[in-house]
């Protein structure tokens, strides 16, 4: 029987930090008081768990289910105002809510005043000390690396900062402490610095995204500051290709395209469905030793994906987790597809109350900065983003059929050949990793 395997490459660019050539905000420092790491020794977010050690089950920690909880209601805001904000109807949204709170979390280290209040707003760690949020941030990243050894997750961290830009001690040392971050002090004028950055790029992609920067963009930057995200998994039940077969998917804008379809039928966890008063039907369908899995949600009856997005936040999220009853005999159907997406989210940062960040007047990111003396202070030029994900199979299609989403309570079936919701989670913890619409399939 073949294989299949789901491979995620993902990279996101979030903060580049300029120095503005205007007057700038005052660059004397934050207004809140610098975070102690006293008594921490270094800690390592990304290695992967030698094979056969993966951890056992065990009730979350007070941070991780903070750092859960923050990053999935951030993630559907973020996904909701993208989807959205859509010019095309048939694109297809990926994100890493994970990803985007690391991120930004490493970024909070340096800011200070009401840049520190508008991104801990943000992000949901309002009330918290930025000693807090990282602690929460690193007890969760510390327990995905490990959770499952037949699941290969890395995390990365990595700053490039111009060699005459000069970084406070205790920001290099949050982020190395609690991010792992890597740093290097260089000169992004010199012509081989996009290559050597896309290069880092690549290998922790596994090749996966190349040419994420080019020299262009250098102009006026002091900072650059890059998160990636790599997954790869196999399911525990594998598809069989010989059961691959085109079916039609029907977009939202009423036309139909043929397209390779996976076919199973296994003992797994669906909810939802018309039967029990749901406008959606969903699968769990587990990778590996069953630590992660894909959520697969599709809209049924009247329903649609974009009123299922409208109103999807962590909250309605958790309902429908809830609503996955026990296993049960089930066949699922599931598009073979692959995502390629990239993004500039300053404009949806804005919208989400980061506006001062962007505000070369107003950015405080004084914990970033030295003692030196600077003509305008750095604020952020742009946050980029871009992100890779294939879900297929290795055999050949053979035959064609079609089908609606529907499940009933004595033989669940899913059929997402309709726009549909995915995210890819730990289950324990509730962690998603990845989440994203599929509106067309060969989009």
């Not at 963009?217 to 790869?232: K, M, Q, T």
Request: aromatic share 10%; hydrophobic share 45%.
């Amino acid at each position: 029987m073949g294989r299949i395997r789901t491979s995620t490459w993902v990279l996101f660019v979030f903060a580049n930090l300029f120095f503005a050539l205007a007057a700038g905000g005052d660059p004397s420092g934050p207004r809140f008081p610098p975070a102690s790491i006293s008594g921490l020794g270094p800690v390592g977010i990304t290695e992967v768990q030698p094979v056969g050690t993966s951890r056992s089950p065990r009730s979350s920690t007070t941070g991780e289910e903070l750092a859960v909880r923050t990053a999935n209601e951030f993630g559907f805001e973020l996904l909701r105002r993208l989807y959205a904000g859509r010019e095309d109807e048939r694109e297809n949204v990926f994100i890493s809510p994970l990803s985007v709170s690391l991120s930004l979390g490493m970024l909070l280290n340096a800011a200070g005043g009401e840049t520190f209040e508008a991104m801990g707003n943000a992000l949901g760690l309002d009330g918290l000390t930025v000693v807090e949020a990282n602690e929460a941030y690193r007890e969760l990243m510390d327990l995905l690396v490990r959770l499952d050894s037949s699941v290969e997750l890395r995390l990365a961290n990595h700053s490039w900062l111009d060699e005459s830009f000069r970084v406070r001690q205790d920001y290099r040392d949050r982020v190395q402490v609690f991010f792992d971050a890597e740093i290097d002090n260089v000169r992004f004028e010199e012509p081989d610095m996009a290559r050597a950055i896309n290069g880092w790029v690549k290998e922790s992609t596994a090749g996966r995204i190349t040419d994420m920067v080019t020299p262009e963009e250098f102009r006026g930057l002091v900072a650059l500051l890059v998160n990636s995200v790599y997954f790869e998994a196999d399911w525990t039940d594998p598809f069989d290709p010989e059961e691959t077969a085109m079916v039609v998917f029907r977009r939202a804008d009423g036309t139909a395209v043929n397209v390779p379809t996976m076919r199973q039928e296994l003992d797994a966890r669906v909810g939802g469905g018309e039967d029990y008063g749901e406008d959606f039907v969903a699968v769990d369908l587990p990778y590996g030793g069953e630590v992660f899995s894909m959520m697969v949600v599709v809209p049924v009856g009247d329903a649609t994906l974009s009123g299922l997005i409208e109103g999807m936040d962590d909250a309605r999220w958790q309902e429908v987790v809830g609503a996955l009853r026990g296993e049960a005999r089930t066949e699922v159907r599931l598009p073979r597809f692959e995502l390629a997406y990239e993004k500039v989210l300053n404009d949806v940062l804005k919208a989400m109350g980061m506006g001062v960040a962007f505000d070369r007047s107003r950015a405080d990111f004084g914990w970033l900065i030295g003692n030196q003396a600077l003509e305008a202070a750095p604020y952020i030029g742009w946050m980029k983003q871009k992100s890779f994900l294939r879900v297929d199979e290795e055999g050949t299609e053979t035959a064609a059929a079609t089908g609606t989403a529907f499940a009933t309570s004595g033989s669940p079936t899913l059929q997402a050949d309709r726009p549909f919701l995915f995210a890819i989670r730990e289950r324990q913890s509730g962690a998603i990793l990845f989440m994203g619409t599929v509106t067309d399939p060969i989009g």
